[in-house]
Nanobody, 124 residues
Framework: DVQLVESGGDSVQSGTSLRLSCVAS????????MGWFRQVPGKEREGVAH????????EVADSVRGRFTISRDHAKNTVYLQMNSLKSEDTAMYYC??????????????????WGQGTQVTVS
């Protein structure tokens, strides 16, 4: 199994930046495909960004393009989400997820099988 632990969430003012981190552990080969998702109460979980290290692909959602960036440090088994120019609508619980090895679902959350507990981001 893969264990994922997110950190970096905080309460911040709009226009500022945060960097979320997700540390992965408990596996053999590291998962190639990992993603960041967010959810607010009463709404579906939304894909924010994903990275496919096997194919060298990153993708961010239209709603955060130009403001958020996903990156990965394999040596630290960590995936980052750099969030700039934060807006109140970015307020959500942010989750890190990993897909089964050899498959990358992109921004759709359903087929990711490993999830962290989440880290809260509040923008006011």
């Amino acid at each position: 199994d893969v264990q994922l632990v997110e950190s970096g969430g905080d309460s911040v003012q709009s226009g500022t930046s945060l960097r979320l981190s997700c540390v992965a552990s408990g596996y053999g080969p590291s998962p190639d495909c990992m993603g960041w998702f967010r959810q607010v109460p009463g709404k579906e979980r939304e894909g924010v960004a994903h990275i496919d290290s096997g194919r060298g692909i990153t993708e961010v959602a239209d709603s955060v393009r130009g403001r958020f960036t996903i990156s990965r440090d394999h040596a630290k088994n960590t995936v980052y989400l750099q969030m700039n120019s934060l807006k109140s609508e970015d307020t959500a619980m942010y989750y890190c997820a990993a897909a089964p090895r050899g498959y990358c679902p992109g921004l759709g959350p359903v087929e990711y099988i490993y999830w962290g507990q989440g880290t809260q981001v509040t923008v006011s």
